[in-house]
């Protein structure tokens, strides 16, 4: 009885175990210039005052991808703005203040600190030209030209509650739905620059808005909810470690708006690295940041074990469901739907629905490379074990072969060219999409992008894409030699 | 001796092959003849054990199929497909040696053996060395011969083993090919559309059509003593060339 209590006890207090267990502190971030700088900050500044040693998960996609990590225990803590928490995760944007977005988020489990000090809101800007050009200067003055204005608004914005339809509702603007256009946000100011639009949404911090020589227009209605920075942790982080989440709070009206636009425009525009820029902000030495040789052979060894996995599994198991497909008419088809569905999902949200049942980093990258990788091989092997003649599959067995022989020394060396080819193709895709794994904190080659997406920074997107290109030509000639080894002569040279 | 025995074979409610009796002594040759959807293609998989049959006894030396696995009855039936059908992705010996190997021949019987029938079938040595597609359709003939008389089965049984070759190849190689059955001394069952070629080759020929046998026998009994209008039919239906004096 006593012993039994005990096992009770023990699991019911398990998750406690676990998260002590946890020994490093993990920093998240979302996937712009700010958040970098922001999660860099509290990094170092947790660093200064405690041992525990802090990993950082920077760079990992938007509202919905932090939080689900947050609440999965993958990360600690991130920074956060109040009107997005209110909005698109409480889902209630009556809550203004701090205290009671508090008080609401408790339920969760998660806490918020005192603002940081500035506020980071969103913003309508055109290019100072253009704005005076057209005599503008509020958002009210867009109504006057409504009609002909090329806008580039990022998807956040496009799909929020407070984002884009309740904004244009509330000064009765209606902008011609041709002329709008969806873009990554770190893509809009590329594309005003260029002319390609006028309109954009951005952040009132944005390093850009000086960059590019726009001109903010004054939210004259008041729309936008206020939105200020806060740090945002789980209860439990919290609990574990009040000296580190006391020195976050410390940070309290520490950083002003101008010393954010500063920050981030040493960032985006003079293209110093977060981590430096935090330590000159904190006062302290900039933590030595390794070299670019070693970076790239870190990211090569990410990206390939990433892509290995991937492809040891989608041979393992697609090749035995491509035969199964092939083989029985009705899981067949549900097999060839299924995997034909996964590929649809896009790989966003692929990995959204897979942070809550993973967590954050490898396992959730990995399994959605493995699913994206299923549908070549499963399709193929279909398609390369059904058009075996069906005489020579008669013949073997008027020669008196077994099913299992009949399989291994027939079927599978006629089917194994168009196999390869899908083999090939999911090894091709995947070093692609692996470079998406970094979103999740997963690193590999699409560290780099990300970041340098996020910063309009071309060499610094290269600094991933350019290997990657390289590990796909890498990857195509192994499969060429493969071929070679794997195919047998006599279909080799029928082709 | 290869012995059907009253077989009867329906698809779902049509009759195929009704009341099948044949019987092929040990050593001779055979023809099996009709015309495309006579049933000849159907008698011929139920031979080889691929398809079950409603009634009847199939038997080779009076023992019956059903009392053999698979495996066991092809090893008593050797079968030349269609133009061989060899495997493509494998050169002519291992296509020949294939089911030796299955049942775990030793090496040097398996070369052995392999060298005997090559001889026997007159092939050069280099042709067992390429792909079926590196080989002439006589080459591919023989060697698809070779790989039925490989684990020297009681019967051998060709399907169409002519059809696919050029008339002057098809020449040589009926003579050749009366000469192999003669050296190999099997039971020989040849399924045909080509009445000539049966003659040819087989001393005895059954005439099928419409799943049931319509005659038996030499050539000169169907000749002279057609047991239905129809094999008179199927006899004048193969057109003979006009002689020298009918062509000025």
């Known amino acids: 009885m006593k012993k039994c209590l005990m096992a009770v006890l023990l699991l019911a207090a398990f998750p406690q175990f676990a998260a002590l267990a946890a020994t490093a502190i993990v920093v998240g971030s979302k996937v712009f210039t700010e958040g970098y700088v922001l999660g860099e900050i509290a990094a170092q500044r947790i660093e200064s005052v405690s041992a525990v040693p802090v990993e950082r998960k920077l760079g990992m996609g938007s509202t ?9 225990g993958a990360i600690d803590l991130y920074a956060d703005y109040t009107g997005t928490l209110s909005e698109a995760i409480l889902k209630q944007p009556d809550l203004k203040s701090v205290a009671d ?38 958002i009210s003055d867009l109504t006057r030209i409504e009609g002909d204005i090329k806008a580039g608004f990022s998807y956040e914005f496009m799909d929020r509650k407070d984002g884009y339809a309740r904004m244009a509702e509330r000064y009765r603007l209606s902008l011609d739905p041709q002329r709008l256009s969806r873009m990554e946000h770190s893509l809009s100011f590329q594309a005003i620059d260029d002319g390609a639009v006028d309109l954009i949404d951005t952040y009132s911090t944005d390093a850009k808005i000086k ?163 299923l549908l070549p091989v499963v399709l193929n092997t279909f398609t390369g ?81 350019i290997p990657a290109a390289f590990m796909a030509l890498i990857a195509y000639g192994l499969f060429e030699v493969l071929d070679f080894l794997l195919i047998p002569e006599g279909l080799r040279k029928l082709r | 001796m290869l012995k059907l025995q009253n077989v009867y074979k329906t698809f779902e409610d049509r009759t195929v092959l009704a009341d099948i009796n044949l019987s092929v002594p040990k050593g001779a040759t055979h023809a099996l003849i009709g015309s495309s959807g006579s049933g000849k293609t159907t008698l011929l998989r139920i031979t080889l054990g691929l398809i079950p049959f409603d009634r009847g006894y199939v ?3 009076d023992q019956p199929l059903l009392s053999f696995t ?14 061989g059908g060899l495997f493509p992705h494998i050169m ?43 080989m002439s359709g006589g080459q591919k003939q023989r060697v698809a011969i070779m790989r039925a008389a490989m684990m020297d089965p009681s019967v051998m049984l060709l399907d169409e083993p002519m059809a696919a070759l050029d008339p002057l190849i098809r020449h040589s190689l009926q003579q050749e090919l009366k000469d192999i059955f003669q050296r190999l001394g099997k039971t020989v069952l040849i399924v045909t559309h080509d009445l000539g070629e049966a003659v040819f080759l ?42 020298a004096s009918a062509v000025p």
Request: proline share 5%; net charge positive; hydrophobic share 45%.
């Open chain 2, 202 to 243: 087989a001393e005895r020929i059954t005439l099928l059509h419409e799943g049931r046998i319509i005659q038996s026998g030499a050539y000169r009994d169907l000749l002279h003593h057609p047991a239905d209008p129809y094999v008179t039919l199927f006899i004048n239906a193969q057109r003979t060339l006009p002689d």
């Open chain 1, 385 to 465: 074990v059904r058009t075996v003649e069906p005489q020579h599959l008669e013949n073997a067995r008027a020669f008196g072969l077994t099913r299992r022989q009949v399989f291994f020394r027939i079927v599978l060396p006629l089917a194994s060219p168009t196999v390869l080819a899908g083999i090939k193709t999911a090894t091709i895709v995947s070093i692609g999409t692996a470079t998406l794994a970094a979103l999740v904190g997963a690193g590999g080659y699409g560290a780099p992008i990300i970041s340098g997406l996020s910063l309009n920074d071309v060499p610094t997107i290269l600094t991933g894409a």
């Open chain 2, 70 to 83: 698979p495996v066991e009855w092809a090893a008593r039936i050797g079968y030349v497909p269609q133009e």
């Open chain 1, 64 to 72: 919905g991808i932090l939080f689900e990590a947050l609440n999965s």
């Open chain 2, 59 to 61: 038997k080779i030396n």
């Open chain 1, 101 to 138: 977005i508090q008080a609401a988020l408790s339920k969760m489990n998660l806490v918020i600190s005192a603002p940081l000090g500035f506020d980071d809101t969103y913003a309508l800007a055109v290019k100072e030209s253009f704005a005076e050009q057209h005599g503008l200067h509020t």
């Open chain 2, 92 to 134: 002519g010996h291992h296509n020949v040696s294939l089911i030796a190997k299955m049942r775990g021949w030793r090496k040097s019987k398996i070369a052995e053996r392999v060298e005997e029938l090559r001889k026997l079938v007159g092939l050069e040595p280099s042709v067992l060395e390429r792909f079926p597609h590196e």
């Open chain 1, 211 to 373: 960059k590019s020589k726009l001109r903010v227009l004054r939210d004259d209605r008041g729309f936008f909810p206020v939105y200020q920075a806060v740090w945002v942790a789980r209860k439990a982080f919290v609990d574990a470690h009040p000296r580190e989440w006391a020195a976050l709070q410390e940070l309290e009206g520490a950083i002003s708006a101008d010393a954010m636009i500063d920050m981030n425009s040493q960032a985006d525009i003079q293209k110093l690295s977060y981590a430096s820029i935090a330590a000159q902000f904190l006062g302290s030495e900039a933590p030595r940041s390794q070299s670019w040789q070693s970076n790239i052979l870190r990211r090569t060894r990410e990206h390939l074990w990433l892509v290995g996995m991937a492809l040891l599994f989608s041979v393992l198991v697609g090749i035995p469901l491509g035969v199964t497909a092939a083989r029985f008419h009705t899981a067949g088809q549900a097999i060839l739907i299924l995997s034909a569905l996964i590929q649809t999902v896009p790989s966003l949200a692929l990995l959204c629905f897979l942070i809550p049942l993973l967590g954050v980093g490898t396992k959730p990258a990995l399994a959605a490379l493995c699913l994206y990788s």
